[in-house]
């Protein structure tokens, strides 16, 4: 249960700086990153339900 809450702090920091930044190249990685964090915790959160 701590990696799914580590991982939703993790995309709530990449989807706040994404926001903040100026940097586009920057800001699209931070964004593929929440998304990878998102899918991880998607599926963490299966394998705990099951």
């Not at 993790?10 to 100026?22: D, F, V």
Request: glycine share 0%; net charge positive; charged share 30%.
């Amino acid at each position: 249960m701590a990696r799914i809450e580590y991982l939703k702090q993790q995309i709530a920091r990449a989807e706040q700086l994404a926001k903040a930044i100026l940097d586009r190249q920057t800001a699209e990685r931070l964004q593929a990153f929440a998304a990878e964090c998102r899918t991880e915790s998607s599926v963490l959160t299966l394998k705990t339900a099951a």
